[in-house]
């Protein structure tokens, strides 16, 4: 998977959409998935209805209060998304739900910063892929309400998330060597 949502609610880890197979061809997901750390055993999340969200990588993906939220993200046709989603993954019968946002809804968007504290949801930066974001915003998670934060000494616009895999080549053989 490249592009991925992995984070973690409870005891479990939680997976949802990117590329799958061949980097030059990728295909896209929506899938959820769940890990269990304590028997390191994958589970597929069924759901209790046909709504499953469009194939999404580089989304914003982050557990707040025992609820996964999904925003934004590139669907499957290269577009950037604004839309914002929310599922339980612990009931019986887990659906996702649309939520209606409202306030400053941050702009359609990719590969973004997103984090949960104990009382909000925040996003940074990401891009549409012709515009590169350099902005702040709060999700009220229980209200669905955004607010446009406007912070002192805001870092550069920036893109690229936290959750892709990296690569990497090298290490240390005791000299130092200058880069040209």
């Given at each position: 998977?490249?592009?991925?949502?992995?984070?973690?609610?409870?005891?479990?880890?939680?997976?949802?959409?990117?590329?799958?197979?061949?980097?030059?061809?990728?295909?896209?997901?929506?899938?959820?998935?769940?890990?269990?750390?304590t028997?390191?055993?994958?589970?597929?999340?069924?759901?209790?209805?046909?709504?499953?969200?469009?194939?999404?990588?580089?989304?914003?993906?982050?557990?707040?209060?025992?609820?996964?939220?999904?925003?934004?993200?590139?669907?499957?046709?290269?577009?950037?998304?604004n839309?914002?989603?929310?599922?339980?993954?612990?009931?019986?019968?887990?659906?996702?739900?649309?939520?209606?946002?409202?306030?400053?809804?941050?702009?359609?968007?990719?590969?973004?910063?997103?984090?949960?504290?104990?009382?909000?949801?925040?996003?940074?930066?990401?891009?549409?892929?012709?515009?590169?974001?350099?902005?702040?915003?709060?999700?009220?998670?229980?209200?669905?309400?955004?607010?446009?934060?406007?912070?002192?000494?805001?870092?550069?616009?920036?893109?690229?998330?936290?959750?892709?895999?990296?690569?990497?080549?090298?290490?240390?053989?005791?000299?130092?060597?200058?880069?040209?």
């Amino acid at each position: 998977h490249s592009g991925v949502g992995f984070t973690a609610l409870g005891a479990n880890l939680y997976l949802f959409g990117g590329h799958l197979g061949n980097p030059s061809e990728p295909s896209t997901t929506g899938n959820l998935y769940s890990f269990a750390p304590t028997t390191s055993a994958w589970t597929s999340i069924e759901l209790a209805d046909s709504v499953q969200l469009s194939a999404l990588s580089r989304s914003g993906f982050v557990a707040f209060v025992g609820e996964l939220f999904v925003f934004g993200g590139r669907g499957s046709g290269g577009y950037a998304l604004n839309d914002l989603w929310k599922i339980n993954p612990t009931l019986s019968s887990p659906s996702w739900q649309l939520l209606s946002g409202s306030g400053d809804i941050p702009s359609a968007r990719w590969n973004f910063g997103m984090a949960a504290t104990s009382d909000a949801i925040f996003l940074f930066g990401g891009t549409s892929g012709e515009v590169v974001f350099g902005d702040m915003a709060r999700l009220e998670p229980q209200t669905s309400a955004w607010t446009t934060l406007s912070p002192s000494n805001m870092p550069q616009a920036r893109y690229g998330s936290n959750h892709r895999p990296r690569r990497c080549a090298g290490g240390w053989k005791g000299r130092r060597r200058r880069r040209s």
